[in-house]
């Protein structure tokens, strides 16, 4: 009988299957187990870094995956993402998570109006471990009470995090606000675009995919300071035609009418429940959201993108994407005057595929 000690698998294999583990106890609801995993893989000498890009990340990208696919409901992915944030703190307060501050000093928040806070917490608790002074600051977080924070500890740099794009106009104003006190601003997350194309137009002083790389960029180099009034509104000489501010301070207005007209045109509505209008006017108010980002940053693909995602998302909760073209068409003659959005709105109309999605979100 062979005695030798069986082959260990490779730590990749390993994080494999902790991320496995962890998505059957986040599945599940099952709190205590999620934390007594990744405890369990701290006390087995795991990399904490590992743990919280490669296994917790990971399970939370997958709970968003299952939102969309309409395999977990909202409540189940709040409750998911909150089992996710406990995991996060279990880690941070392991006894292999301690180190020692050997950098500068930087904030980590959200944009105001951005509650997507647990991005922003990973690379909170990584900056820790690369021995940054962090103050997380948690999400929706104001842009005064930033401004205040960054006068009162003089930290070095900001990190500001957002998934949502229609808060870009925000992190326009925050990432302002910080340079006008010469505090640079490194910015991360899906709102910011393919390839963090949008970071660049709205003046960030840097931009990175995902937590280890923003830790590695940091690692690099401090990002230099930016002068007194270095970034200003006037880079955006779009806006001086008012179609952002028109549709922005009149999203109100412009969801009701086209939601009464909507009716007509597409008469399947006729049909909706209470419940079924009450989403129907939530899926407007976020087309002419999008829209009002879209004009912002004087770019259709970012609404394209979103109406292709918003038909999958439809299809995937037995809703025709074919009600999408009629509220479009409804919303550009409400604003027939206004040449950039109508624009963009047949742009987002002829992203929509002529055949309707299956089930599966692909073409019949």
């Known amino acids: 009988m062979s005695t030798s000690t069986p082959p260990r698998l490779p730590r990749s294999a390993h994080l494999d299957q902790l991320a496995e583990q962890l998505w059957d106890a986040v599945a599940a609801a099952d709190e205590y187990t999620a934390t007594r995993l990744v405890l369990c893989a701290l006390d087995d000498d795991a990399?904490?870094?590992?743990?919280?890009?490669?296994?917790?990340?990971?399970?939370?990208?997958?709970?968003?995956?299952?939102?969309?696919?309409?395999?977990?409901?909202?409540?189940?992915?709040?409750?998911?993402?909150?089992?996710?944030?406990?995991?996060?703190?279990?880690?941070?307060?392991?006894?292999?998570?301690?180190?020692?501050?050997?950098?500068?000093?930087?904030?980590?928040?959200?944009?105001?109006?951005?509650?997507?806070?647990?991005?922003?917490?990973?690379?909170?608790?990584?900056?820790?471990?690369?021995?940054?002074?962090?103050?997380?600051?948690?999400?929706?977080?104001?842009?005064?009470?930033?401004?205040?924070?960054?006068?009162?500890?003089?930290?070095?740099?900001?990190?500001?995090?957002?998934?949502?794009?229609?808060?870009?106009?925000?992190?326009?104003?925050?990432?302002?606000?910080?340079?006008?006190?010469?505090?640079?601003?490194?910015?991360?997350?899906?709102?910011?675009?393919?390839?963090?194309?949008?970071?660049?137009?709205?003046?960030?002083?840097?931009?990175?995919?995902?937590?280890?790389?923003?830790?590695d960029r940091l690692a690099r180099g401090p990002l230099p300071r930016p002068q007194a009034g270095h970034q200003q509104f006037d880079d955006l000489p779009h806006l001086d035609d008012q179609e952002y501010t028109f549709v922005f301070r009149g999203s109100a207005s412009l969801v009701r009418h086209v939601f009464t007209a909507l009716e007509d045109a597409y008469p399947a509505m006729r049909t909706y429940d209470d419940l079924q209008r009450e989403r129907t006017a939530e899926d407007l108010a976020h087309v002419v959201e999008f829209l009002a980002t879209a004009l912002y940053l004087d770019d259709p693909d970012l609404f394209t993108r979103f109406i292709t995602w918003t038909a999958q998302i439809l299809v995937a909760r037995g809703v025709p994407a074919m009600s999408l073209p009629p509220a479009l068409g409804l919303l550009a003659g409400e604003l027939k005057d206004f040449p950039r959005a109508t624009r963009i709105l047949r742009a987002g109309t002829r992203s929509l595929p002529t055949a309707p999605f299956t089930a599966a979100g692909k073409h019949a």
């Not at 006894?95 to 930087?106: D, K, Q, S």
Request: hydrophobic residues 50%.
């Open 47 to 215: 990399d904490p870094e590992a743990v919280l890009l490669d296994v917790i990340a990971r399970v939370q990208c997958r709970v968003g995956e299952e939102w969309a696919a309409n395999r977990i409901s909202v409540a189940q992915e709040h409750a998911a993402t909150a089992i996710n944030e406990r995991a996060v703190a279990a880690v941070s307060v392991h006894p292999a998570a301690r180190t020692t501050v050997t950098r500068g000093r930087i904030a980590v928040a959200c944009v105001d109006g951005e509650w997507h806070g647990l991005p922003a917490r990973l690379l909170a608790e990584v900056l820790k471990l690369r021995g940054w002074r962090v103050d997380y600051l948690g999400a929706q977080v104001p842009t005064p009470h930033l401004i205040a924070h960054l006068h009162r500890t003089r930290a070095d740099m900001v990190a500001l995090s957002s998934s949502i794009a229609t808060r870009l106009p925000t992190a326009h104003a925050a990432i302002t606000a910080c340079q006008a006190v010469s505090v640079p601003v490194l910015v991360g997350g899906a709102a910011f675009g393919p390839q963090g194309r949008y970071a660049k137009l709205l003046g960030a002083d840097a931009w990175a995919p995902d937590a280890r790389a923003a830790a």
